[in-house]
């Protein structure tokens, strides 16, 4: 099999949120897939630089990283591209945040900066069982270079926000609760894009795998589009197949029957 570059998303994909690990299975496919020279790049809404995600790039070892939804690319340590977020359209994203009760910032290096962070306190001591984070001044931002805002509301409240500042662009997260804010039309398509004149690949070349709204671009033009079964409906009705949910190992599972 010729090389091929490999795009993963993390979250819900690779990473199982019930346990918050990545199986020693998927794990073990992925560095079968470089032992036989392909490029395996993790491409995730997250920046990996950030103290609470960079343990994953050390478990997935990958060639390249698509951070931030496209936002920045790597490879190795070497930045390819970049884009921070405005700040004058940041403030008004806090500001609104603060005045209808809505949980918006972003986890940097250094902390974690978020209007009303009680709601994602709240959300991850439901979802993990614990939090251990330490929440900063949001507008602490405004001073920072941020690649993109995250939210964590109900949808309805996601679309209100974006009507009122429509320069907001969204990808919501997996069951609706939550969304990547970006300040310009970008994804992980833009950024995979990015890495092809590197490795001098195409789309044709291309295997993507996800389970968001954010994985959609990567999704629709890679050769071969993987959505698993805990996806969301819209990316699965996309995909080229469905396989098994992060918590069957369906990545491995896919690998192991196509791929290796």
């Known amino acids: 099999m010729e090389r091929k570059m490999f795009c993963f998303d993390l979250d819900n994909t690779l990473l199982n949120h019930k346990k918050y690990e990545i199986s020693e299975r998927i794990i073990?496919?992925?560095?079968?897939?470089?032992?036989?020279?392909?490029?395996?790049?993790?491409?995730?809404?997250?920046?990996?630089?950030?103290?609470?995600?960079?343990p994953f790039i050390e478990m997935v070892n990958p060639d390249a990283v698509v951070h931030a939804n496209g936002l920045k690319v790597t490879i190795n340590q070497q930045l390819l591209y970049e884009h921070y977020f405005n700040q004058d359209l940041m403030k008004q994203v806090l500001d609104y945040g603060?005045?209808?009760?809505?949980?918006?910032?972003?986890?940097?290096?250094?902390?974690?900066?978020?209007?009303?962070?009680?709601?994602?306190?709240?959300?991850?001591?439901?979802?993990?069982g614990f939090c251990n984070k330490i929440?900063?001044?949001?507008?602490?931002?405004?001073?920072?270079?941020?690649?993109?805002?995250?939210?964590?509301?109900?949808?309805?409240?996601?679309?209100?926000?974006?009507?009122?500042?429509?320069?907001?662009?969204?990808?919501?997260?997996?069951?609706?609760?939550?969304?990547?804010?970006?300040d310009l039309q970008w994804s992980k398509a833009e950024g995979i894009e990015i890495l092809f004149g590197h490795y001098h690949l195409t789309w044709e070349d291309t295997i993507c795998f996800g389970d968001s709204m954010n994985d959609l671009s990567m999704i629709q033009k890679a050769k071969r589009g993987f959505a698993v079964e805990n996806g969301t409906q819209a990316l699965k009705d996309a995909a080229d197949m469905i396989i098994k949910s992060v918590e069957d190992d369906g990545v491995a599972l896919a690998i192991e029957n196509y791929f290796l």
């Open 28 to 54: 073990h496919a992925l560095d079968a897939l470089k032992k036989a020279g392909h490029i395996i790049v993790l491409a995730s809404g997250r920046d990996f630089d950030t103290p609470n995600s960079k």
């Open 98 to 128: 603060v005045e209808h009760n809505l949980c918006v910032g972003a986890s940097i290096e250094g902390g974690e900066y978020y209007t009303h962070y009680e709601i994602i306190r709240e959300f991850e001591m439901k979802m993990y």
């Open 135 to 182: 929440y900063h001044d949001p507008y602490q931002l405004l001073n920072r270079k941020v690649h993109s805002l995250h939210i964590v509301a109900d949808k309805e409240d996601i679309l209100t926000l974006a009507k009122i500042l429509p320069q907001i662009h969204y990808f919501l997260f997996n069951g609706n609760f939550g969304a990547d804010l970006m």
